[in-house]
């Protein structure tokens, strides 16, 4: 189940973005009864999250929080079920820079939710090896579901 929550105070297509988390899902093959929570924040409430949780002033553009610590499976297991965890995310922010990713504020969220999904699904890009794979899946995906609609 995703689950989706606005309290940004901004309009958002809250739809479009669980369209977009149930594609990506389907792609890593994650159970389709998995759940998932997504909240959608002001800046004031994404800078107490960033202070609270990584210690760093100010807002950000996204946060993700793994529950079950899940992982895409490979090609001959089974999809995994459980709890994903949550994914924050800020409109405001994301807004101002989306511009300078050649991307619209609702493109900017949700190139951002995949990029917290892959988080919740043990990605990372702190090295150069792991940023390779982990934005080149968000490219990917990004992209073929662009090219779904």
């Not at 689950?3 to 093959?29: F, K, M, P």
């Not at 999250?49 to 793994?66: A, E, N, R």
């Not at 529950?67 to 297991?77: H, L």
């Not at 969220?109 to 892959?118: C, K, N, P, Q, S």
Request: hydrophobic share 40%; aromatic share 6%.
């Amino acid at each position: 189940m995703i689950d989706i929550s606005n309290e940004s105070g901004g309009q958002v297509d809250t739809r479009a973005l669980v369209r977009l988390a149930r594609y990506a899902l389907d792609r890593l093959r994650i159970h389709p009864q998995s759940d998932l929570s997504i909240l959608l924040v002001d800046e004031d409430t994404m800078a107490a999250y960033h202070k609270q949780f990584m210690d760093l002033d100010g807002p950000t553009d996204v946060m993700s929080f793994p529950m079950d610590e899940m992982r895409a499976p490979a090609d001959d297991e089974e999809p995994p079920q459980g709890l994903l965890g949550d994914i924050v995310i800020c409109p405001a922010f994301t807004g101002a820079q989306a511009g300078g990713n050649g991307r619209t504020n609702q493109e900017e969220m949700e190139y951002l939710l995949v990029h917290g999904l892959l988080h919740l699904l043990g990605h990372d890009h702190a090295e150069p090896e792991e940023r390779a794979v982990m934005f080149g899946l968000n490219d990917r995906i990004i992209a073929d579901w662009q090219g779904t609609g």
